[in-house]
């Protein structure tokens, strides 16, 4: 069984998880013993890996169920109001 190749994403999500994490863990930690960095490389390289791994594959999505547009409520028409007549005054 072949192991699918990596897509670009992924290339580029878990080198610059490994990139920032090691510099990041580096820098919080002062570390200056060897075995200190391997372990934050080591670190570093597992992050990336599981960041890579997570990312979505590309035609993987599930699909899309379709559901009934909801339907507008019915507006019953009101009539306008009936306009009064107009009342004339008396000359006085």
Same mark, same amino acid.
């Given at each position: 069984?072949?192991?699918?190749?990596?897509?670009?994403?992924?290339?580029?999500?878990?080198?610059?998880?490994?990139?920032?994490?090691?510099?990041?863990? !580096? *820098?919080?930690?002062? $570390?200056?013993?060897?075995? %200190?960095?391997?372990?934050? @490389? =080591?670190?570093?390289? #597992?992050?990336? !890996? *599981?960041?890579?791994? $997570?990312?979505?594959?590309? %035609?993987?999505?599930?699909? @899309? =169920?379709?559901?009934? #547009?909801?339907?507008?409520?019915?507006?019953?028409?009101?009539?306008?109001?009936?306009?009064?007549?107009?009342?004339?005054?008396?000359?006085?």
């Amino acid at each position: 069984m072949a192991m699918p190749r990596p897509t670009a994403a992924q290339l580029a999500y878990g080198s610059c998880t490994v990139i920032f994490s090691t510099l990041a863990m !580096l *820098l919080l930690s002062q $570390t200056s013993s060897g075995a %200190g960095i391997a372990i934050i @490389a =080591v670190a570093a390289l #597992a992050l990336g !890996l *599981l960041v890579a791994l $997570t990312v979505p594959l590309p %035609g993987k999505r599930p699909a @899309a =169920v379709d559901q009934p #547009a909801p339907r507008e409520p019915v507006r019953a028409s009101i009539p306008a109001p009936a306009q009064e007549p107009v009342r004339e005054r008396a000359a006085s």
